[in-house]
């Protein structure tokens, strides 16, 4: 592509016509491209620019500043990944709480286990929940869940008030630039821990070990310095790139490879099995060697 001149971030018009959208990975001088064939809503709200497109290979895509955060063809992965995982390794998780609530894909997931009392999901951008319950599967399910109460407020604010109040914690963040850069810092990791209960279990979002090394170490660096346990898994998410995405787990008390498997909530998972999740563990040489 040799002109990215467009009034959305990221979307190019070929000259035959076709619509494309195309994520920047500037430090690596590429980006991945993926056709669009409709912009279903575009709109700049008081926080980022908010799309919702149907392309042709992954279903409908729902956008922040020209970033994929999840389709309905590949969502699953990210959802089962980030949430099944914390789940099975507490033995018995009542208080849930997501920061960044988007399509609140996890938050469905979580649902499912009999334990959950109610689940907190804070959103910075109250216009992105709005869109995703129009547009995108899960949202409006879950926002009328009777056990889900949803706040409009920054996640590195609002867990400051919350103190040992969540046995499972999810932090489903964006990227490290705009709204998201807060979750990012490190008196949120101090924040993070003091909001868990003393047997309590955080999920983050730590990026593509590949690409975002630096994210990935700062995260689980931050984090070693405040749990006894902390693990980083790999999933494989084929609209983001590279594929290869991880989570960091840092828990208080329970391991998760000794987590009882016969608790994974898996009858309608498509991609995590009781096998899958402890091999999710398992880390190529390279992504040891970034952890060491
Ligand atoms: N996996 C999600 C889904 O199913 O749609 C995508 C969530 S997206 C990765 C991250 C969400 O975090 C966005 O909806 C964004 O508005 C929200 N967010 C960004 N910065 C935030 C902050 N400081 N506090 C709370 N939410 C934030």
Same mark, same amino acid.
Request: net charge negative; with cysteine; proline share 6%.
């Given at each position: =592509?040799? %002109?990215? @001149?467009?009034?959305?971030?990221?979307? $190019?018009?070929?000259? %035959?016509?076709? $619509?494309?959208?195309?994520?920047?990975? !500037?430090?690596?001088? =590429?980006?991945? /491209?993926?056709?669009?064939?409709? $912009?279903?809503?575009?709109?700049?709200?008081?926080?980022?620019?908010?799309?919702?497109?149907?392309?042709?290979?992954?279903?409908?895509?729902?956008? $922040?500043?020209?970033?994929?955060?999840?389709?309905?063809?590949?969502?699953?992965?990210? %959802?089962?990944?980030?949430?099944?995982? !914390?789940?099975?390794t507490h033995p018995a998780p009542k208080r849930i709480a997501m920061i /960044?609530?988007?399509?609140?894909? !996890?938050?469905?997931?979580?649902? @499912?286990? %009999?334990t959950v009392e109610h689940i907190e999901i804070a959103e910075i951008d109250q216009r992105v929940i709005e869109v995703c319950k129009t547009w995108m599967p899960n949202a409006a399910v879950v926002a009328n869940d009777k056990r889900v109460q949803l706040t409009y407020a920054d996640g590195y604010r609002w867990i400051q008030a919350r103190k040992k109040a969540f046995d499972v914690l999810l932090i489903d963040r964006s990227d490290p630039y705009g709204p998201a850069i807060t979750l990012y810092k490190p008196a949120f990791y101090q924040y993070v821990h003091d909001s868990l209960s003393d047997d309590g279990i955080v999920v983050i979002q730590s990026g593509s070990p590949y690409y975002n090394g630096s994210t990935l170490r700062s995260t689980v660096r931050s984090l070693q310095r405040l749990f006894p346990i902390v693990r980083t898994y790999l999933c494989f998410i084929p609209s983001f790139p590279g594929g290869i995405w991880s989570f960091t787990l840092a828990s208080k008390q329970y391991e998760p490879l000794d987590a009882d498997l016969s608790r994974l909530r898996d009858e309608d998972a498509k991609y995590i099995t009781p096998e899958l999740f402890r091999s999710a563990f398992v880390l190529p040489r390279y992504v040891r060697g970034l952890l060491s």
């Amino acid at each position: =592509m040799t %002109n990215k @001149k467009s009034s959305l971030t990221g979307f $190019l018009k070929e000259p %035959n016509g076709e $619509l494309w959208l195309w994520d920047d990975l !500037p430090q690596l001088h =590429m980006e991945t /491209g993926y056709l669009v064939e409709q $912009l279903l809503h575009y709109e700049q709200s008081a926080y980022q620019e908010i799309s919702i497109v149907e392309t042709k290979g992954f279903g409908r895509m729902f956008v $922040l500043d020209g970033t994929p955060q999840v389709t309905t063809k590949d969502g699953f992965v990210y %959802n089962e990944m980030i949430t099944h995982i !914390p789940m099975v390794t507490h033995p018995a998780p009542k208080r849930i709480a997501m920061i /960044g609530g988007g399509d609140c894909g !996890p938050a469905s997931v979580a649902l @499912k286990y %009999n334990t959950v009392e109610h689940i907190e999901i804070a959103e910075i951008d109250q216009r992105v929940i709005e869109v995703c319950k129009t547009w995108m599967p899960n949202a409006a399910v879950v926002a009328n869940d009777k056990r889900v109460q949803l706040t409009y407020a920054d996640g590195y604010r609002w867990i400051q008030a919350r103190k040992k109040a969540f046995d499972v914690l999810l932090i489903d963040r964006s990227d490290p630039y705009g709204p998201a850069i807060t979750l990012y810092k490190p008196a949120f990791y101090q924040y993070v821990h003091d909001s868990l209960s003393d047997d309590g279990i955080v999920v983050i979002q730590s990026g593509s070990p590949y690409y975002n090394g630096s994210t990935l170490r700062s995260t689980v660096r931050s984090l070693q310095r405040l749990f006894p346990i902390v693990r980083t898994y790999l999933c494989f998410i084929p609209s983001f790139p590279g594929g290869i995405w991880s989570f960091t787990l840092a828990s208080k008390q329970y391991e998760p490879l000794d987590a009882d498997l016969s608790r994974l909530r898996d009858e309608d998972a498509k991609y995590i099995t009781p096998e899958l999740f402890r091999s999710a563990f398992v880390l190529p040489r390279y992504v040891r060697g970034l952890l060491s």
